[in-house]
């Protein structure tokens, strides 16, 4: 029974092993050509497609398109620059997460996590501005 109880205590004690985050490699050979729908608790949150040259389109549900690239300023890391915003990165850590990807703002906390809903080879739906004007 002791033995029982020791080895109970010294699993509490060890910390859970974190997921290691997608380096630029992997990342790039699962995201290239598609297009991710992510949402954050449940509720849709934006879709980004990953195109050639580590180029990108982003939108906000319900938000305009935005372009951008990507890059990996270090392992694991991984930071956008959207066009209308250059001076303004936004680093990522993105994880595998059961063959779905889960995505971590740079300092966020894991329940804002960023997970895939859906993944297409179809392009993100870009209307054109001032339709309608």
């Known amino acids: 029974m002791r033995l029982i109880a020791a080895a109970l ?7 859970l092993l974190a997921a290691e985050p997608l380096d630029g490699a ?7 050509g598609q297009t991710f729908s992510f ?28 372009e951008g690239t990507w890059s990996e300023p270090e392992p694991g890391r991984i930071c956008f620059v959207y066009d209308h915003a250059p001076d303004d990165p936004q680093c990522w850590s993105f994880f595998d997460d059961d063959g779905r990807l889960r995505a971590r703002f740079q300092g966020g906390l894991p329940q804002d996590d960023l997970i895939e809903a859906r993944r297409s080879p179809a392009p993100l739906a870009c209307p054109g501005p001032d339709l309608g004007a």
């Open 9 to 15: 205590i010294a699993c509490l004690a060890t910390p």
């Open 26 to 32: 992997a990342f790039e050979a699962r995201v290239i």
């Open 39 to 66: 949402q954050v608790g449940g509720q849709s949150y934006g879709a980004e497609q990953y195109l050639p040259g580590r180029r990108v389109i982003w939108a906000f549900s319900d938000g305009p398109c935005r």
